[in-house]
């Protein structure tokens, strides 16, 4: 407890640091934290479509809950490891990398999942939460293309644009409905 009452004071005496920042800021994205899925059967779920190397996995979990869920290799590979151990997957190098298939009895563990781990996760985010991620990231293209190809006169209306989509979300904040 020392050490933690040291360091708000060192923080104190800096003038603070304000709330934490960033995607694991406080609460996690966007003021709450993102729920955690169910790595092993995410895996076994994948796998029940087709054989995938371990990072495929990962970037196909990531799309399916538009961004809101991406395991980390740290939790991926130890579960693909299990698994294989477990005799539900099987392993094998193709062009330099190991491709996951499931084997029979991996594949019952999957057919008795009734929704894929994935379902969850979306669900309970709600259906603009799901959609933000891809939408910022369409959004950030074409800023891109706007500062890559646009004249002056036409960056000069985008950031116009963009400070006015800037101050339109603290509105939506402050109307709070809810």
Same mark, same amino acid.
């Given at each position: 407890m020392r050490k933690r009452s040291m360091h708000r004071e060192e923080r104190a005496a800096f003038g603070g640091w304000g709330p934490g920042f960033g995607p694991r800021g406080r609460g996690g994205r966007g003021g709450r934290r993102t729920k955690r899925g169910n790595v092993r059967a995410a895996i076994l779920a994948l796998l029940a479509e087709r054989p995938m190397h371990g990072y495929e996995m990962i970037q196909e979990l990531e799309s399916r809950t538009g961004g809101l869920w991406r395991p980390s290799p740290g939790s991926v590979y130890p579960t693909l490891q299990?698994?294989?151990?477990? /005799?539900?997957?099987? /392993?094998?190098?193709?062009?330099?990398?190991?491709?996951?298939?499931?084997?029979?009895? /991996?594949?019952?563990?999957?057919?008795?999942?009734?929704?894929?781990?994935?379902?969850?996760?979306?669900?309970?985010?709600?259906?603009?939460?799901?959609?933000?991620?891809?939408?910022?990231?369409?959004?950030?293209?074409?800023?891109r293309q706007v500062m890559h190809a646009g004249s002056e006169e036409q960056k000069a209306r985008a950031l116009e644009v963009i400070n006015d989509a800037r101050r339109r979300l603290y509105g939506i904040l402050a109307d709070d409905e809810e």
């Open positions: 299990l698994l294989e151990d477990e /005799g539900l997957i099987s /392993g094998e190098q193709s062009s330099g990398k190991r491709l996951f298939s499931l084997a029979e009895a /991996g594949r019952t563990e999957a057919e008795a999942q009734r929704t894929p781990p994935w379902a969850e996760i979306t669900e309970d985010a709600g259906e603009a939460a799901t959609h933000f991620h891809d939408a910022m990231g369409r959004l950030m293209m074409a800023i």
